[in-house]
Protein backbone atom coordinates (compact mmCIF):
# COMPACT_ATOMS: atom_id res chain seq x y z
CA UNK A 1 0.00 0.00 0.00
CA UNK A 2 1.43 3.39 -0.73
CA UNK A 3 1.60 6.08 1.78
CA UNK A 4 -1.04 8.22 1.41
CA UNK A 5 1.97 10.96 1.82
CA UNK A 6 2.90 10.02 -1.37
CA UNK A 7 -0.33 10.72 -3.32
CA UNK A 8 -0.48 14.07 -1.29
CA UNK A 9 3.22 14.71 -2.39
CA UNK A 10 1.86 13.69 -6.33
CA UNK A 11 -0.92 16.13 -5.69
CA UNK A 12 1.20 19.05 -4.95
CA UNK A 13 3.48 18.26 -7.51
CA UNK A 14 0.98 18.13 -10.60
CA UNK A 15 -0.98 21.69 -9.02
CA UNK A 16 0.44 24.22 -11.41
CA UNK A 17 2.91 26.70 -9.15
CA UNK A 18 1.97 30.15 -7.56
CA UNK A 19 3.70 32.02 -10.53
CA UNK A 20 2.13 30.14 -12.96
CA UNK A 21 -1.20 31.03 -11.00
CA UNK A 22 -0.03 34.40 -10.61
CA UNK A 23 0.90 34.90 -14.25
CA UNK A 24 -2.57 33.13 -15.53
CA UNK A 25 -4.41 35.86 -13.18
CA UNK A 26 -2.70 39.16 -14.87
CA UNK A 27 -3.12 37.56 -18.14
CA UNK A 28 -6.81 37.05 -18.41
CA UNK A 29 -7.54 40.06 -16.49
CA UNK A 30 -5.78 42.00 -18.62
CA UNK A 31 -7.11 40.69 -21.75
CA UNK A 32 -10.54 40.99 -20.26
CA UNK A 33 -9.89 44.79 -19.19
CA UNK A 34 -8.86 45.40 -22.71
CA UNK A 35 -11.88 43.85 -23.97
CA UNK A 36 -14.55 46.18 -22.06
CA UNK A 37 -12.60 49.58 -22.19
CA UNK A 38 -12.28 49.10 -26.14
CA UNK A 39 -13.50 51.63 -28.49
CA UNK A 40 -14.79 49.27 -31.00
CA UNK A 41 -16.26 46.47 -28.77
CA UNK A 42 -16.83 47.80 -25.37
CA UNK A 43 -20.63 48.49 -26.13
CA UNK A 44 -20.42 45.22 -27.70
CA UNK A 45 -19.18 43.06 -24.18
CA UNK A 46 -22.00 42.94 -21.94
CA UNK A 47 -19.74 40.96 -19.58
CA UNK A 48 -16.35 39.02 -19.23
CA UNK A 49 -15.96 35.71 -16.59
CA UNK A 50 -13.51 32.40 -16.39
CA UNK A 51 -14.86 29.05 -17.30
CA UNK A 52 -12.96 25.51 -17.87
CA UNK A 53 -10.90 23.90 -15.54
CA UNK A 54 -9.03 26.68 -14.53
CA UNK A 55 -12.43 28.63 -13.14
CA UNK A 56 -12.89 25.05 -11.78
CA UNK A 57 -9.45 24.55 -9.98
CA UNK A 58 -9.54 20.93 -11.52
CA UNK A 59 -6.58 22.12 -13.92
CA UNK A 60 -3.02 20.88 -13.82
CA UNK A 61 0.34 22.71 -14.17
CA UNK A 62 1.64 22.23 -17.92
CA UNK A 63 4.31 19.79 -18.58
CA UNK A 64 7.70 21.43 -19.52
CA UNK A 65 8.43 22.70 -22.87
CA UNK A 66 5.49 21.29 -23.92
CA UNK A 67 2.03 21.93 -22.83
CA UNK A 68 0.63 25.21 -22.25
CA UNK A 69 -1.71 26.25 -19.34
CA UNK A 70 -5.12 26.76 -20.77
CA UNK A 71 -7.30 29.68 -19.87
CA UNK A 72 -11.09 29.65 -20.79
CA UNK A 73 -12.72 33.34 -20.70
CA UNK A 74 -16.34 33.81 -21.80
CA UNK A 75 -17.70 37.05 -23.35
CA UNK A 76 -21.38 37.86 -23.25
CA UNK A 77 -21.74 39.86 -26.40
CA UNK A 78 -25.18 41.75 -27.22
CA UNK A 79 -25.70 40.16 -30.40
CA UNK A 80 -28.21 37.29 -30.59
CA UNK A 81 -28.73 33.61 -32.71
CA UNK A 82 -29.43 35.66 -35.55
CA UNK A 83 -26.09 36.41 -36.00
CA UNK A 84 -23.46 34.68 -37.60
CA UNK A 85 -21.57 32.77 -35.49
CA UNK A 86 -18.32 33.37 -38.22
CA UNK A 87 -18.76 37.53 -38.09
CA UNK A 88 -19.14 37.60 -34.25
CA UNK A 89 -15.77 35.71 -34.05
CA UNK A 90 -13.88 38.05 -36.43
CA UNK A 91 -15.57 40.54 -34.51
CA UNK A 92 -14.00 39.12 -31.44
CA UNK A 93 -10.40 38.90 -33.51
CA UNK A 94 -10.66 42.18 -34.42
CA UNK A 95 -11.03 43.99 -30.96
CA UNK A 96 -8.23 41.55 -29.69
CA UNK A 97 -5.56 42.67 -32.50
CA UNK A 98 -5.97 46.10 -31.32
CA UNK A 99 -3.07 45.45 -28.72
CA UNK A 100 0.35 44.78 -30.41
CA UNK A 101 0.72 42.28 -27.26
CA UNK A 102 -2.19 39.90 -28.95
CA UNK A 103 0.66 38.56 -32.07
CA UNK A 104 -0.18 34.78 -31.88
CA UNK A 105 -3.86 35.13 -32.52
CA UNK A 106 -6.12 32.65 -34.53
CA UNK A 107 -9.94 32.11 -34.80
CA UNK A 108 -11.20 28.74 -33.82
CA UNK A 109 -14.11 26.66 -34.28
CA UNK A 110 -15.95 28.00 -31.72
CA UNK A 111 -13.63 31.01 -30.27
CA UNK A 112 -10.21 32.97 -30.87
CA UNK A 113 -7.19 31.53 -29.34
CA UNK A 114 -4.31 33.16 -28.44
CA UNK A 115 -0.73 31.96 -27.48
CA UNK A 116 1.38 33.97 -25.09
CA UNK A 117 4.61 31.99 -23.63
CA UNK A 118 3.04 29.17 -21.84
CA UNK A 119 -0.45 29.86 -21.71
CA UNK A 120 -2.94 29.69 -24.24
CA UNK A 121 -6.31 31.69 -23.81
CA UNK A 122 -9.66 30.72 -25.50
CA UNK A 123 -11.95 33.77 -25.19
CA UNK A 124 -15.69 32.62 -26.44
CA UNK A 125 -17.83 34.93 -27.50
CA UNK A 126 -21.90 33.94 -26.43
CA UNK A 127 -25.20 35.26 -27.52
CA UNK A 128 -28.53 35.39 -25.82
CA UNK A 129 -31.86 34.25 -27.22
CA UNK A 130 -35.46 36.03 -26.61
CA UNK A 131 -35.39 34.13 -23.35
CA UNK A 132 -32.24 35.22 -21.60
CA UNK A 133 -30.50 31.64 -22.30
CA UNK A 134 -26.87 31.82 -23.35
CA UNK A 135 -25.77 29.81 -26.91
CA UNK A 136 -22.14 29.24 -28.37
CA UNK A 137 -21.43 29.06 -31.89
CA UNK A 138 -19.47 27.71 -34.20
CA UNK A 139 -17.85 28.49 -37.81
CA UNK A 140 -17.78 25.30 -38.93
CA UNK A 141 -21.52 24.64 -39.06
CA UNK A 142 -22.75 28.08 -38.54
CA UNK A 143 -25.08 26.62 -35.64
CA UNK A 144 -25.82 28.19 -32.34
CA UNK A 145 -25.89 25.93 -29.34
CA UNK A 146 -27.34 26.25 -25.88
CA UNK A 147 -24.50 26.08 -23.18
CA UNK A 148 -24.38 27.47 -19.40
CA UNK A 149 -20.75 27.79 -17.94
CA UNK A 150 -21.80 29.64 -14.80
CA UNK A 151 -23.33 26.34 -14.07
CA UNK A 152 -20.94 23.98 -14.61
CA UNK A 153 -18.83 25.81 -11.96
CA UNK A 154 -21.71 25.86 -9.65
CA UNK A 155 -21.85 22.11 -10.20
CA UNK A 156 -18.75 21.22 -9.88
CA UNK A 157 -18.21 23.44 -6.61
CA UNK A 158 -21.21 21.06 -5.28
CA UNK A 159 -20.08 17.98 -6.56
CA UNK A 160 -16.53 18.70 -4.55
CA UNK A 161 -18.68 19.98 -1.16
CA UNK A 162 -20.80 16.89 -1.22
CA UNK A 163 -17.74 14.74 -1.50
CA UNK A 164 -15.76 15.98 1.38
CA UNK A 165 -13.24 18.19 -1.21
CA UNK A 166 -11.89 14.97 -2.55
CA UNK A 167 -13.67 15.56 -5.38
CA UNK A 168 -11.30 18.32 -7.09
CA UNK A 169 -8.28 16.27 -6.47
CA UNK A 170 -9.26 13.18 -7.45
CA UNK A 171 -10.01 15.02 -10.91
CA UNK A 172 -7.01 16.31 -11.09
CA UNK A 173 -4.99 12.56 -10.78
CA UNK A 174 -7.52 11.45 -13.64
CA UNK A 175 -6.74 14.20 -15.86
CA UNK A 176 -3.48 13.64 -15.05
CA UNK A 177 -3.72 9.97 -15.65
CA UNK A 178 -5.31 10.96 -19.20
CA UNK A 179 -2.08 12.95 -20.11
CA UNK A 180 0.69 10.39 -19.67
CA UNK A 181 -1.49 7.24 -21.14
CA UNK A 182 -3.52 8.63 -23.87
CA UNK A 183 -2.20 7.56 -27.50
CA UNK A 184 -1.76 10.28 -29.76
CA UNK A 185 -4.25 9.38 -32.43
CA UNK A 186 -7.34 8.50 -29.98
CA UNK A 187 -8.82 11.49 -27.95
CA UNK A 188 -9.72 10.10 -24.39
CA UNK A 189 -12.70 11.61 -22.77
CA UNK A 190 -10.99 15.30 -20.67
CA UNK A 191 -12.71 18.54 -19.71
CA UNK A 192 -16.09 18.68 -18.33
CA UNK A 193 -16.75 15.63 -20.03
CA UNK A 194 -14.03 13.23 -17.98
CA UNK A 195 -15.18 15.62 -14.78
CA UNK A 196 -18.94 14.33 -14.93
CA UNK A 197 -17.69 10.40 -15.95
CA UNK A 198 -15.97 10.57 -12.66
CA UNK A 199 -18.86 12.66 -10.48
CA UNK A 200 -21.62 10.08 -11.95
CA UNK A 201 -18.86 7.38 -10.73
CA UNK A 202 -17.14 8.47 -7.25
CA UNK A 203 -16.15 5.69 -4.90
CA UNK A 204 -17.60 5.85 -1.29
CA UNK A 205 -16.75 8.82 0.60
CA UNK A 206 -13.76 8.23 3.54
CA UNK A 207 -11.18 6.28 1.66
CA UNK A 208 -7.67 7.22 0.86
CA UNK A 209 -6.60 8.75 -2.41
CA UNK A 210 -4.80 5.92 -3.49
CA UNK A 211 -8.43 3.80 -2.96
CA UNK A 212 -10.32 6.42 -3.89
CA UNK A 213 -8.23 6.51 -7.77
CA UNK A 214 -8.37 2.43 -7.64
CA UNK A 215 -11.98 2.81 -7.00
CA UNK A 216 -12.73 5.19 -9.65
CA UNK A 217 -10.86 3.80 -12.39
CA UNK A 218 -12.70 0.40 -11.52
CA UNK A 219 -16.03 2.07 -11.76
CA UNK A 220 -15.67 4.01 -14.91
CA UNK A 221 -14.22 0.71 -16.24
CA UNK A 222 -17.35 -0.71 -15.32
CA UNK A 223 -19.87 2.33 -16.17
CA UNK A 224 -20.06 2.02 -19.96
CA UNK A 225 -19.77 -1.99 -20.47
CA UNK A 226 -23.23 -2.32 -22.11
CA UNK A 227 -22.94 0.29 -24.45
CA UNK A 228 -19.74 -0.37 -25.64
CA UNK A 229 -20.24 -4.08 -25.73
CA UNK A 230 -22.91 -2.66 -28.32
CA UNK A 231 -20.90 -0.72 -30.41
CA UNK A 232 -22.00 2.55 -28.85
CA UNK A 233 -20.95 6.12 -27.77
CA UNK A 234 -22.05 6.19 -24.08
CA UNK A 235 -24.19 9.07 -22.97
CA UNK A 236 -22.86 11.29 -20.45
CA UNK A 237 -25.30 14.07 -19.02
CA UNK A 238 -24.33 17.42 -19.11
CA UNK A 239 -25.09 18.94 -15.77
CA UNK A 240 -25.95 22.23 -16.87
CA UNK A 241 -28.25 21.43 -20.26
CA UNK A 242 -30.79 18.38 -19.61
CA UNK A 243 -30.62 16.20 -23.03
CA UNK A 244 -27.22 17.42 -24.28
CA UNK A 245 -24.79 14.88 -24.49
CA UNK A 246 -21.24 16.13 -23.72
CA UNK A 247 -19.59 12.58 -25.26
CA UNK A 248 -21.23 13.77 -28.32
CA UNK A 249 -18.10 14.57 -30.04
CA UNK A 250 -16.12 11.41 -29.59
CA UNK A 251 -16.15 8.52 -31.29
CA UNK A 252 -16.73 4.64 -29.84
CA UNK A 253 -12.73 4.02 -30.43
CA UNK A 254 -12.06 6.67 -28.36
CA UNK A 255 -13.88 5.45 -25.15
CA UNK A 256 -13.20 1.45 -26.00
CA UNK A 257 -9.21 2.60 -25.70
CA UNK A 258 -10.02 4.72 -22.17
CA UNK A 259 -11.64 1.27 -20.45
CA UNK A 260 -8.75 -0.86 -22.21
CA UNK A 261 -6.31 1.05 -20.24
CA UNK A 262 -7.85 1.62 -17.09
CA UNK A 263 -8.44 -2.67 -17.35
CA UNK A 264 -5.00 -2.71 -18.39
CA UNK A 265 -4.19 -0.94 -15.01
CA UNK A 266 -6.26 -2.45 -12.81
CA UNK A 267 -4.92 -6.06 -13.73
CA UNK A 268 -1.10 -4.48 -13.67
CA UNK A 269 -1.96 -3.19 -9.48
CA UNK A 270 -3.88 -6.28 -8.95
CA UNK A 271 -0.72 -8.65 -10.22
CA UNK A 272 1.95 -6.49 -9.05
CA UNK A 273 0.65 -4.53 -6.04
CA UNK A 274 0.23 -0.98 -4.68
CA UNK A 275 3.95 -0.07 -4.48
CA UNK A 276 5.25 3.15 -5.69
CA UNK A 277 6.82 1.50 -8.67
CA UNK A 278 3.87 0.27 -10.01
CA UNK A 279 2.19 3.84 -9.83
CA UNK A 280 4.91 5.28 -11.20
CA UNK A 281 4.24 3.38 -14.20
CA UNK A 282 0.39 4.42 -14.46
CA UNK A 283 0.88 8.14 -13.35
CA UNK A 284 4.24 8.83 -14.86
CA UNK A 285 7.63 9.67 -13.15
CA UNK A 286 5.95 12.41 -11.23
CA UNK A 287 4.82 9.98 -8.82
CA UNK A 288 7.36 9.74 -5.62
CA UNK A 289 9.76 6.82 -6.17
CA UNK A 290 10.35 4.25 -3.32
CA UNK A 291 7.74 2.54 -1.01
CA UNK A 292 7.39 -1.34 -1.11
CA UNK A 293 4.97 -3.10 -3.05
CA UNK A 294 1.96 -4.16 -1.03
CA UNK A 295 2.42 -7.71 -1.49
CA UNK A 296 6.09 -7.03 0.24
CA UNK A 297 5.70 -8.14 4.21
CA UNK A 298 8.26 -9.60 6.61
CA UNK A 299 9.12 -13.32 6.76
CA UNK A 300 7.10 -13.43 10.02
CA UNK A 301 3.70 -12.22 8.18
CA UNK A 302 4.27 -14.16 5.00
CA UNK A 303 4.57 -17.40 7.34
CA UNK A 304 1.59 -16.83 8.91
CA UNK A 305 -0.46 -16.20 5.95
CA UNK A 306 0.97 -19.30 4.59
CA UNK A 307 -0.38 -20.73 7.22
CA UNK A 308 -4.06 -19.15 7.24
CA UNK A 309 -4.68 -20.15 3.53
CA UNK A 310 -3.38 -23.73 3.95
CA UNK A 311 -6.42 -24.40 6.73
CA UNK A 312 -8.00 -27.34 5.89
CA UNK A 313 -12.16 -25.75 5.88
CA UNK A 314 -11.13 -23.91 2.73
CA UNK A 315 -12.81 -25.34 0.08
CA UNK A 316 -11.83 -25.17 -3.73
CA UNK A 317 -13.04 -22.91 -5.87
CA UNK A 318 -14.42 -25.13 -8.12
CA UNK A 319 -14.31 -23.26 -11.76
CA UNK A 320 -11.28 -23.57 -14.08
CA UNK A 321 -9.50 -20.08 -14.37
CA UNK A 322 -9.07 -18.01 -17.28
CA UNK A 323 -7.40 -15.59 -15.58
CA UNK A 324 -3.93 -16.85 -15.16
CA UNK A 325 -2.64 -14.08 -12.62
CA UNK A 326 -4.94 -11.71 -10.59
CA UNK A 327 -6.44 -9.35 -12.30
CA UNK A 328 -9.28 -7.51 -9.48
CA UNK A 329 -8.04 -5.71 -6.12
CA UNK A 330 -9.96 -5.51 -2.82
CA UNK A 331 -10.28 -1.87 -0.54
CA UNK A 332 -11.85 -2.50 2.93
CA UNK A 333 -13.05 0.09 5.09
CA UNK A 334 -14.04 -0.87 9.07
CA UNK A 335 -16.29 0.92 11.17
CA UNK A 336 -14.73 -0.12 14.78
CA UNK A 337 -17.03 -0.38 17.72
CA UNK A 338 -16.37 3.30 18.84
CA UNK A 339 -18.44 4.51 15.40
CA UNK A 340 -14.67 5.16 14.02
CA UNK A 341 -14.82 4.65 10.47
CA UNK A 342 -11.36 3.55 8.70
CA UNK A 343 -9.04 2.70 5.33
CA UNK A 344 -8.29 -0.88 6.16
CA UNK A 345 -4.64 -2.34 4.83
CA UNK A 346 -3.79 -5.58 4.15
CA UNK A 347 -2.99 -7.17 6.64
CA UNK A 348 -2.51 -4.28 8.71
CA UNK A 349 -2.37 -3.35 12.63
CA UNK A 350 -5.18 -5.83 14.27
CA UNK A 351 -8.87 -4.74 14.91
CA UNK A 352 -11.41 -5.34 17.88
CA UNK A 353 -14.45 -7.17 17.73
CA UNK A 354 -18.05 -5.93 17.10
CA UNK A 355 -16.36 -4.41 14.04
CA UNK A 356 -18.04 -4.20 9.99
CA UNK A 357 -16.28 -4.01 7.80
CA UNK A 358 -17.28 -2.98 3.86
CA UNK A 359 -14.99 -4.78 1.00
CA UNK A 360 -15.22 -3.76 -2.03
CA UNK A 361 -13.67 -5.50 -5.38
CA UNK A 362 -12.11 -3.01 -8.01
CA UNK A 363 -11.56 -4.73 -11.55
CA UNK A 364 -12.78 -4.47 -14.85
CA UNK A 365 -16.59 -5.37 -16.69
CA UNK A 366 -17.66 -8.44 -17.09
CA UNK A 367 -20.93 -8.79 -18.26
CA UNK A 368 -23.43 -11.24 -17.00
CA UNK A 369 -20.46 -12.05 -14.41
CA UNK A 370 -21.27 -13.49 -10.68
CA UNK A 371 -19.36 -12.40 -7.90
CA UNK A 372 -18.38 -14.97 -5.24
CA UNK A 373 -16.72 -13.89 -2.10
CA UNK A 374 -14.44 -16.48 0.02
CA UNK A 375 -14.29 -15.71 3.32
CA UNK A 376 -11.67 -17.76 5.58
CA UNK A 377 -11.51 -17.36 9.07
CA UNK A 378 -8.32 -19.32 11.19
CA UNK A 379 -7.89 -19.13 14.73
CA UNK A 380 -8.93 -21.46 18.05
CA UNK A 381 -12.13 -19.45 18.71
CA UNK A 382 -13.77 -19.00 15.19
CA UNK A 383 -12.74 -23.13 14.61
CA UNK A 384 -14.65 -23.84 17.84
CA UNK A 385 -18.02 -22.20 16.22
CA UNK A 386 -17.58 -21.19 13.38
CA UNK A 387 -15.06 -22.61 10.68
CA UNK A 388 -15.87 -20.41 7.77
CA UNK A 389 -14.14 -21.30 4.11
CA UNK A 390 -16.67 -21.66 1.26
CA UNK A 391 -18.34 -19.18 -1.08
CA UNK A 392 -20.51 -16.01 -0.14
CA UNK A 393 -22.54 -13.89 -2.53
CA UNK A 394 -22.29 -10.39 -2.44
CA UNK A 395 -24.79 -9.11 0.37
CA UNK A 396 -24.65 -5.11 -0.60
CA UNK A 397 -25.50 -4.18 -3.62
CA UNK A 398 -24.37 -6.20 -6.38
CA UNK A 399 -20.41 -6.91 -5.95
CA UNK A 400 -19.32 -5.73 -2.52
CA UNK A 401 -19.43 -8.15 0.71
CA UNK A 402 -20.21 -6.78 4.76
CA UNK A 403 -19.03 -8.88 6.98
CA UNK A 404 -19.00 -8.42 11.39
CA UNK A 405 -15.55 -9.28 13.21
CA UNK A 406 -16.23 -12.16 16.17
CA UNK A 407 -13.26 -14.11 16.11
CA UNK A 408 -10.11 -13.55 17.18
CA UNK A 409 -7.20 -14.54 14.73
CA UNK A 410 -6.45 -13.96 11.20
CA UNK A 411 -9.52 -14.12 8.59
CA UNK A 412 -8.87 -13.37 5.00
CA UNK A 413 -11.21 -12.75 2.04
CA UNK A 414 -10.82 -13.27 -1.35
CA UNK A 415 -12.84 -12.44 -4.15
CA UNK A 416 -13.98 -14.18 -8.15
CA UNK A 417 -15.91 -13.28 -10.86
CA UNK A 418 -17.55 -15.99 -12.37
CA UNK A 419 -18.97 -16.44 -15.97
CA UNK A 420 -20.17 -19.27 -18.22
CA UNK A 421 -18.78 -21.28 -15.80
CA UNK A 422 -14.83 -19.91 -16.26
CA UNK A 423 -13.02 -17.80 -13.28
CA UNK A 424 -12.31 -14.44 -14.90
CA UNK A 425 -11.55 -11.99 -12.54
CA UNK A 426 -9.83 -12.64 -9.16
CA UNK A 427 -8.01 -11.01 -6.55
CA UNK A 428 -5.18 -11.98 -3.91
CA UNK A 429 -6.55 -12.65 -0.24
CA UNK A 430 -7.11 -9.45 1.73
CA UNK A 431 -6.20 -10.62 5.23
CA UNK A 432 -7.49 -8.87 8.60
CA UNK A 433 -6.08 -9.10 12.18
CA UNK A 434 -8.76 -9.31 15.09
CA UNK A 435 -7.83 -8.91 18.57
Not at 15 to 32: F, G, V
Not at 80 to 108: M, T
Not at 294 to 317: E, F
Request: overall charge negative; glycine content about 6%; charged content about 25%.
Amino acid sequence: MTNSADFESFLKDINPSKSTIDEASRLHRNLRDHLKASETYGAICKDTYLSGSYAKQTFIRPKKDSDSCDIDVIVETNHSINDSPFCVLLELEDAIRERECYKNVRVQTHSIGIDMANFHLDVVPLVNDEDGLLYIGSKDDSEWRQTNPKEHLTWSTEVNKEFNGDYKPLVKIMKWWRRENCPSLVKFPKGITLEKMIADNLPEAGLSIEDCVMQVMANLAVAYADELDSYQVPFIEDPAIEGNNLAGKYCYNDFAQFVDKLNEHLSHLADEGTGNSVWKQILGNNFPSGGPSCGTTSSAKSKNQQYALSVQHRQPLGFPMQARKPNATITATVKLPSGEIRVLENDGAPIPKGSTIMYRVNCGPVKDGKVKWQVTNTGDEAMKVCPRGGFELPNIEKTSRREETAYTGKHYVQCFVIRRGYCVRWSNPFFINVE
